[in-house]
């Protein structure tokens, strides 16, 4: 090796070193080489999709998914003694989303711009025309379609041979490029399976998504501080940030309230929720615990299918067969009927309590007729047919009778003087003030001055001369 190409080597991979951070450029140990990561900077809302019609039977074929970072293209290079005076870098180019064939075209133009540049070092322009010109030069646009390549036919590509053979596959026969038989060794398409890339192609876009993130600065709209990305946090469906400290508090309230489905954006009308995995970052154990079991209990309680074993000691959730009304506990094996919650009773009418019957009798009058149906199923039609004739039976006592003050029997009074007498007890009482008489003299009540009920024995009764000295008489 000439004392100009080693200097030249030397001061190449300082340079490259000094520009790049080392994610994108790391020299080797042993070789004069290294490796250089190259990462697209992809236009707004690009897409990548699956094809329908894709030979392997995956689960997402036919779907789309919008992202902001491809994995990056991996350029490895070996530096031979005489470079760069006369020979190029041996090198082999990776990618897990470009075809084989996709990957020969760059090889190519790789070699041609080696060609463009011969006996001067190559390494920083492969690297910029890789980083701002793959895509144009693939007439790759959005949506892209994702292909795995196949390597049947492998030729052995070197400079001299690019050189030689015409293979465009820039320009307009950029789409035409995967039709291409031929494929060059230094090009490898390192992923096992379309299914695989894919996840590997989310995943990556959500671990550089996470990390823009954690570097930027975000003014939190709870405490109106500044702070970074990595002391924030932001809801998926809205995108609204607040910082961790702000939300922790927040969170934490809310669930000590029992409130864990109003876990919502602070920002006012916000519909988004934080998901499960938000609230366990951002909690205590303990509270996390609260917070996913009440939220897998309001979640039961919205599930039509879904009732609570009655024993106070059990109350774990059940399965309810549809058109069936036996619930069966799978932990204390209790059978019970799923509407009135006691004991199954088979076909027999559900049992309805004394207390019940006013609900039943309200909901039986307000309901449709295929609600009134169910019910009359559900309880049975002489019991609804018995519970509105004793509703209306107390309605009309309440309105026309009074109860005995000594036994409480419903009287009604139809004619004669307030001198009442029960025909359950046979107590003497006052009509008017309700009050109990004295068996010797009841009339003394409305004929002593003191008693509040004083001449008042036929008050608001229409009697005539004939009854009032029959009933004085009396």
């Given at each position: 090796?000439?004392?100009?190409?080693?200097e030249?080597?030397?001061?190449?991979?300082?340079?490259?070193?000094?520009?790049?951070?080392?994610?994108?450029?790391?020299?080797?140990?042993s070789?004069?080489?290294?490796?250089?990561?190259?990462?697209?900077d992809?236009?707004?809302?690009?897409?990548?999709?699956?094809?329908?019609?894709?030979?392997?039977?995956?689960?997402?074929?036919?779907?789309?998914?919008?992202?902001?970072?491809?994995?990056?293209l991996?350029?490895?290079?070996?530096?031979?003694?005489?470079?760069?005076?006369?020979?190029?870098?041996?090198?082999?180019?990776?990618?897990?989303?470009?075809?084989?064939?996709?990957?020969?075209?760059?090889?190519?133009?790789?070699?041609?711009?080696?060609?463009?540049?011969?006996?001067?070092?190559?390494?920083?322009?492969?690297?910029?025309?890789?980083?701002?010109?793959?895509?144009?030069?693939?007439?790759?646009?959005?949506?892209?379609?994702?292909?795995?390549?196949?390597?049947?036919?492998?030729?052995?590509?070197?400079?001299?041979?690019?050189?030689?053979?015409?293979?465009?596959?820039?320009?307009?026969?950029?789409?035409?490029?995967?039709?291409?038989?031929?494929?060059?060794?230094?090009?490898?398409?390192?992923?096992?399976?379309?299914?695989?890339?894919?996840?590997?192609?989310?995943?990556?876009?959500?671990?550089?998504?996470?990390?823009?993130?954690n570097?930027k600065?975000?003014?939190?709209?709870?405490?109106?501080?500044?702070?970074?990305?990595?002391?924030?946090?932001?809801?998926?469906?809205?995108?609204?940030?607040?910082?961790?400290?702000?939300?922790?508090?927040?969170?934490?309230?809310?669930?000590?309230?029992?409130?864990?489905?109003?876990l919502?954006?602070?920002?006012?009308?916000?519909?988004?929720?934080?998901?499960?995995?938000?609230?366990?970052?951002?909690?205590?154990?303990?509270?996390?615990?609260?917070?996913?079991?009440?939220?897998?209990?309001?979640?039961?309680?919205?599930?039509?299918?879904?009732?609570?074993?009655?024993?106070?000691?059990?109350?774990?959730?059940?399965?309810?067969?549809p058109?069936?009304?036996?619930?069966?506990?799978?932990?204390?094996?209790f059978?019970f009927?799923?509407?009135?919650?006691?004991?199954?009773?088979?076909?027999?009418?559900?049992?309805?309590?004394?207390?019940?019957?006013?609900?039943?009798?309200?909901?039986?009058?307000?309901?449709?007729?295929?609600?009134?149906?169910?019910?009359?199923?559900?309880?049975?039609?002489?019991?609804?047919?018995?519970?509105?004739?004793?509703?209306?039976?107390?309605?009309?006592?309440?309105?026309?009778?009074?109860?005995?003050?000594?036994?409480?029997?419903?009287?009604?009074?139809?004619?004669?003087?307030?001198?009442?007498?029960?025909?359950?007890?046979?107590?003497?009482?006052?009509?008017?003030?309700?009050?109990?008489?004295?068996?010797?003299?009841?009339?003394?009540?409305?004929?002593?001055?003191?008693?509040?009920?004083?001449?008042?024995?036929?008050?608001?009764?229409?009697?005539?001369?004939?009854?009032?000295?029959?009933?004085?008489?009396?």
């Amino acid at each position: 090796m000439s004392s100009e190409d080693r200097e030249a080597q030397e001061d190449e991979l300082l340079a490259l070193a000094s520009i790049y951070d080392g994610d994108e450029f790391r020299k080797a140990e042993s070789v004069q080489g290294g490796e250089t990561r190259i990462y697209l900077d992809l236009p707004q809302n690009f897409k990548i999709f699956v094809s329908g019609n894709s030979n392997e039977c995956l689960q997402n074929s036919g779907f789309e998914y919008t992202i902001c970072f491809l994995p990056p293209l991996v350029l490895n290079f070996e530096l031979p003694p005489d470079y760069p005076s006369s020979s190029p870098p041996s090198f082999t180019l990776s990618g897990k989303w470009l075809s084989p064939t996709q990957l020969s075209a760059l090889c190519k133009h790789l070699d041609n711009l080696w060609e463009e540049h011969r006996g001067s070092v190559v390494l920083f322009a492969w690297m910029q025309f890789l980083k701002e010109e793959t895509l144009g030069y693939l007439n790759i646009v959005s949506p892209f379609e994702l292909k795995m390549g196949s390597q049947k036919k492998v030729q052995r590509r070197t400079a001299q041979a690019s050189a030689n053979t015409e293979l465009d596959f820039g320009g307009a026969a950029g789409p035409d490029v995967d039709q291409e038989d031929v494929v060059d060794e230094r090009a490898v398409q390192d992923v096992e399976s379309l299914s695989s890339l894919i996840q590997e192609i989310l995943d990556f876009d959500q671990a550089q998504q996470i990390k823009c993130f954690n570097s930027k600065l975000f003014l939190c709209n709870i405490c109106f501080c500044e702070k970074l990305g990595s002391e924030c946090m932001y809801f998926l469906e809205c995108r609204h940030v607040y910082c961790k400290a702000c939300l922790k508090d927040y969170f934490e309230i809310q669930i000590r309230d029992g409130q864990v489905q109003c876990l919502n954006c602070p920002e006012p009308k916000c519909p988004s929720v934080a998901t499960p995995g938000q609230v366990k970052e951002l909690v205590e154990a303990e509270l996390f615990a609260r917070y996913d079991r009440l939220l897998l209990q309001s979640t039961l309680d919205l599930m039509a299918d879904v009732v609570y074993c009655p024993r106070p000691c059990c109350q774990l959730p059940v399965m309810q067969e549809p058109g069936c009304t036996m619930g069966i506990c799978s932990s204390c094996n209790f059978a019970f009927c799923t509407l009135c919650r006691l004991t199954y009773h088979g076909v027999s009418p559900c049992k309805v309590t004394a207390e019940k019957l006013i609900d039943l009798r309200n909901e039986y009058l307000q309901a449709d007729e295929a609600n009134k149906r169910f019910l009359e199923q559900r309880y049975g039609k002489r019991v609804i047919q018995k519970a509105l004739e004793e509703m209306e039976s107390k309605e009309w006592l309440e309105k026309n009778s009074k109860s005995c003050p000594c036994c409480g029997t419903p009287i009604e009074k139809l004619d004669g003087c307030n001198k009442m007498t029960c025909t359950g007890c046979m107590q003497y009482f006052c009509w008017i003030c309700m009050g109990s008489l004295s068996r010797a003299n009841p009339y003394r009540h409305f004929t002593d001055p003191a008693s509040p009920c004083f001449n008042r024995l036929f008050h608001a009764v229409d009697v005539n001369g004939d009854i009032w000295e029959d009933e004085v008489e009396d």
